[in-house]
């Protein structure tokens, strides 16, 4: 059993089916998320123009909640309270690779976030385990121990997953991640990019709101417009771990107006 299973309630898990993403071996090389057509085409028709209600919305709606958890509260919120350290365990280079980009771009994006990668387990703060899908539920099971592993699979049937571990003041201290290898390239990235966001906080899915990742019926293949205001908001300095609902709802309208204008410079969107 990994030592991220501690004693309740200290664990929150976010686990993710993406049932429209067929899991196929891959055979064609490793392309960079911009050169594949199913994300190009996403990009192009994307909606990127939000009003503060929209935005709201979803913050509220996938920072607070839990799609799925052990104990304890869901109703505060929960990010990293200082900088972010990611690990790969694997043997695949180029999936390692199309993972460090992933976590490079959120890092582009996302103003008050110090994320990288990190060449060594015992610096890392986010372990992301890299498997063959015929090896998903045996590393499940190493996790969370047999018995949970037999509730996620029947209840949830995931093809990668995310977790995180947090303090009695409600700030992350380690997140782990699991994503399949012998996925297409859009499915990793969408699986990649999900569940590393997820990681960070934003734990909650939500099938209410249809511009954001963090829904099970939307593949995205990368980091979009409105779930970079979500990411944004939440890593505000003002926003701090353990706030509830109604302290966050007072520190918005200034928050917002800054990361509006974050938001709009990273991605040179025009009004």
Same mark, same amino acid.
């Given at each position: ?109 996302? /103003? ?6 990190? $060449?060594?387990?015992?610096? =890392?703060?986010?372990? +992301?385990?890299? &498997? *063959? ?94 779930? /970079? ?6 890593? $505000?300095?003002?926003?701090? =771990?353990?706030?509830? +609902?109604?302290? &966050? *709802? ?22």
């Amino acid at each position: 059993m990994s030592a991220l299973v501690l004693p309740a309630p200290a664990l929150r898990f976010a686990l993710l089916t993406l049932a429209a993403l067929a899991c196929v071996p891959d055979i064609v090389p490793k392309a960079a998320a911009g050169e594949l057509p199913a994300i190009a085409s996403r990009q192009r028709s994307e909606k990127k123009s939000f009003t503060d209600a929209e935005i709201v919305d979803g913050f509220f709606k996938t920072a607070f909640g839990a799609e799925y958890h052990l104990a304890g509260r869901v109703d505060r919120i929960r990010k990293f309270d200082g900088p972010v350290r990611v690990f790969a365990e694997t043997d695949r280079a180029d999936r390692k690779a199309q993972l460090a980009k992933v976590v490079a771009d959120i890092g582009k994006r996302v /103003q008050h976030l110090d994320i990288a990668m990190t $060449d060594t387990s015992e610096a =890392a703060n986010v372990r +992301v385990k890299l &498997v *063959r899908d015929r090896d998903l539920y045996r590393t499940i099971t190493s996790f969370y121990g047999a018995e949970k592993a037999r509730e996620i699979r029947t209840s949830l049937d995931p093809q990668c997953l995310s977790g995180f571990r947090k303090n009695e003041q409600f700030e992350i201290e380690h997140s782990d991640v699991i994503l399949t290898v012998d996925v297409s390239d859009f499915t990793f990235l969408d699986c990649a990019y999900e569940e590393v966001l997820q990681s960070l906080g934003p734990i909650n899915d939500t099938a209410s709101v249809p511009w954001t990742m963090f829904n099970d019926n939307v593949s995205m293949g990368y980091f979009d417009v409105y779930d /970079q205001y979500i990411l944004n908001v939440l890593y $505000d300095p003002r926003i701090k =771990a353990g706030m509830t +609902v109604p302290e &966050v *709802r007072a520190a918005l309208p200034e928050v917002l107006a800054d990361v509006r204008a974050w938001v709009k410079q990273v991605n040179d969107l025009k009004e």
